[in-house]
């Protein structure tokens, strides 16, 4: 079986640009969660879909928006790109939502804004 | 003060040592932990799971202390391939949201 996907796993975008990153969750699992890690940092939370509802939102601003289609799958978009915006971003699948599901890591898109 | 701490370390410590981390929360309501391991330019995968008092896997050990509001990972006999960065991680809003820590660097040495 398919892990977590997401597309593509490097990308180089200038200041200002936009972006969207793509995630395909593991099939069955209806939730899906975003995170930007950066480095030498633990992830932090950006947000979480369940049953193609925001479910929660984390502390960024509102250049960030995300959204998930009815086959469970997910988009991140970033808006007017800022340096600080270079890291991991990490998409977590879960079956869905408990306080014992695990969450399953894709391998990251790592974003480098220049 | 942040929601979850570590110590960043690295640790470095020989093939067959004990090493013991621990992570302290903020949020004193909080009941559940992960422990997720991460190897470099990788993504984190769970290690272990934390309710109540706590849990044990083979060489592992996790340790749940309410009171003090701290959770602890022990590793017995370690092996070179428990070389990674182990993320402590709260859950959050009925796991909902995920907290993490900043991560501690392990490294084990011949």
């Known amino acids: 079986d398919a892990g977590v996907t997401q597309s593509p796993t490097h990308l180089i975008k200038t200041r200002g640009q936009q972006v969207t990153l793509r995630c395909s969750p593991i099939?069955?699992?209806?939730?899906v969660s975003w995170y930007q890690q950066v480095l030498g940092q633990g992830p932090q939370f950006i947000f979480q879909?369940?049953?193609?509802?925001?479910?929660g939102r984390g502390n960024f601003p509102d250049r960030f928006s995300a959204r998930q289609f009815p086959n469970y799958s997910s988009e991140l978009n970033v808006n007017a790109l800022l340096l600080g915006d270079s890291a991991l971003y990490l998409c977590?699948?879960?079956?869905?939502?408990?306080?014992?599901?695990?969450?399953?890591f894709g391998q990251g898109t790592r974003l480098t804004v220049v | 003060r942040k929601e979850v701490e570590q110590d960043p370390g690295p640790f470095n410590v020989p093939e067959g040592a004990t090493v013991a981390f621990n992570c302290t929360y903020s949020?004193?309501?909080?009941?559940?932990f992960f422990w997720y391991r991460q190897d470099c330019r990788k993504e984190p995968k769970l290690l272990m799971s934390?309710?109540?008092s706590g849990n044990e896997d083979g060489r592992f050990t996790a340790q749940l202390n309410r009171a003090s509001q701290y959770i602890s990972l022990l590793i017995r006999d370690s092996k070179l391939s428990d070389s990674a960065t182990y993320l402590c991680?709260?859950?959050?809003?009925?796991?909902?949201?995920?907290?993490f820590g900043q991560g501690t660097e392990l490294s084990v040495k011949p």
């Open positions: 949020n004193s309501a909080s009941q559940s």
């Open positions: 991680v709260e859950i959050y809003n009925q796991g909902g949201k995920l907290i």
């Open positions: 977590a699948s879960s079956l869905s939502v408990g306080m014992n599901t695990e969450a399953f």
């Open positions: 934390v309710y109540s």
């Open positions: 879909y369940y049953e193609k509802e925001e479910r």
């Open positions: 099939s069955g699992h209806k939730s």
